[in-house]
């Protein structure tokens, strides 16, 4: 079964407005961690946000924040005043493993974000 | 710039090869993690280790082998080089072995001929 699903293979949004990328994931484990990632044309991985399962409050860091909602088993990235260097694919990835072994990530099969300017 | 450094960016090589990537991890980090990105698989998890030793294994071909070294570089191994295998294999690292943010490198972009 799919462990993490983006639902938006791609998506447009107007310049200097505000953009949601949906997440979702799947894990029977109390303790687990939710990473963003931006993958440019350029092709490298740029480590975004990170939430981890027992974070009483939403992660954010500078224009973006992740709005954490655990009964829902959703992350979804809010990008805030879209810039034109925005546009890039960006991957929803969990950390959960129920031995506790290991840091591997399970990533998205991520959502192509367009800033139109 | 993440601080994690991977030679060569780019390699082309013809089926039943063998080449080597390599990974540098950043300063401080413990922890390297060897991922392969292709259109058909997306991005997938293949090894972890942790300061020298395994840490875990995730959809590693038998043909693939990886280890660390003591000054904590790494090296992916591929060899019986088949078409498929062509995919961008990133390195990544982090300070611990159970967790925390994974910082990437630019990757090596693998074409099999």
């Known amino acids: 079964a799919q462990k993490i699903t983006q639902t938006q293979p791609g998506m447009f949004v107007q310049e200097k407005e505000a953009v949601t990328l949906d997440c979702t994931y799947d894990?029977?484990?109390?303790?687990?961690?939710l990473f963003w990632y931006k993958q440019p044309s350029s092709g490298e991985m740029i480590f975004l946000i990170y939430?981890?399962?027992?974070?009483?409050q939403n992660a954010t860091e500078g224009r973006y924040s992740l709005n954490f909602q655990k009964a829902r088993k959703s992350a979804n990235l809010v990008i805030s005043a879209s810039q034109l260097g925005d546009s890039a694919m960006y991957f929803c990835?969990?950390?959960?493993?129920?031995?506790?072994?290991?840091?591997?990530?399970?990533f998205g099969g991520g959502t192509r974000l367009m800033v139109k300017p | 710039d993440s601080g994690v450094t991977q030679t060569p960016k780019h390699l082309i090589t013809a089926t039943g090869q063998r080449v080597t990537l390599r990974c540098s991890p950043r300063?401080?980090?413990?922890?390297v993690y060897w991922y392969q990105q292709s259109l058909d698989q997306g991005l997938q998890f293949l090894i972890q280790?942790?300061?020298?030793?395994?840490?875990a294994k995730g959809n590693i071909l038998e043909r693939f082998s990886a280890q660390q070294f003591p000054d904590l570089h790494s090296e992916l191994n591929l060899s019986s080089l088949e078409l498929g295998d062509s995919a961008l294999y990133f390195c990544?690292?982090?300070?611990?072995?159970?967790?925390?943010?994974?910082?990437f490198g630019p990757g090596t972009r693998l074409t099999v001929l």
């Open positions: 280790y942790y300061n020298g030793e395994e840490r």
């Open positions: 939430q981890g399962s027992y974070d009483q």
């Open positions: 990544a690292s982090s300070v611990g072995g159970d967790r925390g943010e994974q910082f």
């Open positions: 300063s401080g980090d413990l922890s």
């Open positions: 894990t029977s484990d109390p303790s687990y961690g």
């Open positions: 990835a969990m950390r959960d493993l129920p031995n506790n072994a290991g840091n591997m990530l399970t």
